[in-house]
């Protein structure tokens, strides 16, 4: 069971930046690939990157971030993060991190059904 905690979601300009943090309870974190997911107002949750379980396996992106957002994770404090650069109005949605489903998946999947562990998400805001 892995249990997670976004943090790091607010009000910004547009081209300006934040930074997501998503806190794992599990002594496990270091075993799954990981992903941020985000869900706009009357729109279905999306993908926009994921990470692999070790990190060295590759980080992946939506295109609509690719080139602004970059997701990163610290096994050591159980913790991933996702930097945001040149936010835009239409990043403004809820953001959730998530855990896959299974260990040690090589390449992480873009797929939301294949994650099971998900948390409550943050908020964010980008003002035009």
């Known amino acids: 069971q892995v249990q997670l905690v976004e943090s790091g979601g607010g009000l910004v300009q547009a081209g300006g930046s934040l930074r997501l943090s998503c806190a794992a309870s599990?002594?496990?974190?270091?075993?799954?690939?990981m992903g941020w997911f985000r869900q706009a107002p009357g729109k279905e949750r999306e993908f926009v990157a994921a990470?692999?379980?070790?990190?060295?396996?590759?980080?992946y992106y939506a295109d609509s971030v690719k080139g602004r957002f970059t997701i990163s994770r610290d096994n050591a404090k159980n913790t991933m993060y996702l930097q945001m650069n040149s936010l835009k109005p239409e990043d403004t949605a809820d953001y959730y991190c998530a855990a896959d489903s299974v260990t040690f998946r090589r390449t992480p999947t873009q797929e939301l059904s294949q994650y099971a562990y998900w948390g409550q998400g943050t908020q964010v805001t980008v003002s035009s």
């Open positions: 990470i692999s379980w070790s990190g060295v396996f590759g980080t």
């Open positions: 599990s002594r496990t974190f270091s075993n799954y690939a």
